[in-house]
């Protein structure tokens, strides 16, 4: 499994870890996101229980077991959760942050040791080593409780499936030319995000933050300019479209 460093400063960091190219060819491509500051650390969206070894062996290339004290679940897909039973015998004193709506569901993947902390609707925030993480509302994008991970020191917004692009091969790490990125990503937005009103509450609420990065739970990392692209793109879209 690959790792790269998206932010480094002083004792805070952010890593994306995917692209493996050892997993089966129908398991959708995903990145996984271990944020560290101090001596603690969080996984974004841990993934699916096929890549638990890889993923586990690409995070102890960065952290000790022993500091990995939080995990993080956008929402209750098996392609972000489903190695949580995995994690659950790993990190056995780790907490799990996820929406209170699906908790019911994720502890099907397996969940006797790890505490489950629900989060409100409205969001919320946590602290991690000398940082703070703010759990940003995205609710129907495209599940019905759903949370983005916004970190204001490195100015990153971890989207989810908001932004997500479906490419084969590989791909550059980054989006380098919007408009030729757009056949990548229009039909899972137009099909999967079920309402425009969700979809304009969100990037209204995005616009007020500052990102300098929008790290999405598949495919290409948005940049600079590109944060702004992908927004301004994003409020013209009409989804739901089944």
Not at 63 to 88: M, R, Y
Not at 225 to 240: H, I, P, R
Request: net charge negative; aromatic share 12%.
């Amino acid at each position: 499994m690959k790792s790269n460093e998206l932010y480094s400063e002083e004792s805070h960091q952010w890593l994306v870890l995917g692209r493996d190219p050892a997993k089966p060819e129908k398991i959708i491509d995903t990145n996984q996101y271990l944020i560290k500051s101090a001596e603690e650390a969080i996984i974004l969206d841990p993934g699916g229980i096929e890549l638990f070894s890889p993923m586990l062996a690409g995070v102890l290339h960065h952290v000790k077991l022993e500091n990995i004290t939080t995990l993080f679940a956008s929402h209750q897909d098996p392609d972000i959760i489903s190695s949580l039973g995995l994690w659950d015998k790993t990190v056995p004193n780790a907490k799990l942050y996820a929406p209170w709506l699906w908790e019911g569901f994720i502890r099907h993947f397996g969940m006797e040791n790890i505490q489950y902390m629900p989060i409100k609707d409205e969001g919320g925030e946590i602290k991690l080593g000398t940082a703070t993480l703010k759990f940003i509302p995205a609710h129907y994008l495209h599940s019905s409780g759903n949370f983005n991970v916004y970190d204001p020191q490195a100015k990153i917004l971890m989207s989810g499936d908001i932004g997500a692009s479906l490419e084969h091969g590989d791909v550059p790490l980054f989006v380098e030319n919007f408009a030729q990125h757009i056949k990548y990503m229009e039909y899972f937005h137009r099909r999967w995000m079920p309402s425009n009103r969700a979809k304009n509450n969100w990037v209204a609420r995005v616009r007020e933050l500052e990102i300098n990065m929008m790290a999405p739970q598949h495919g290409r990392i948005f940049k600079g300019e590109m944060v702004n692209e992908f927004l301004e793109w994003f409020s013209k879209l009409d989804v739901g479209i089944a």
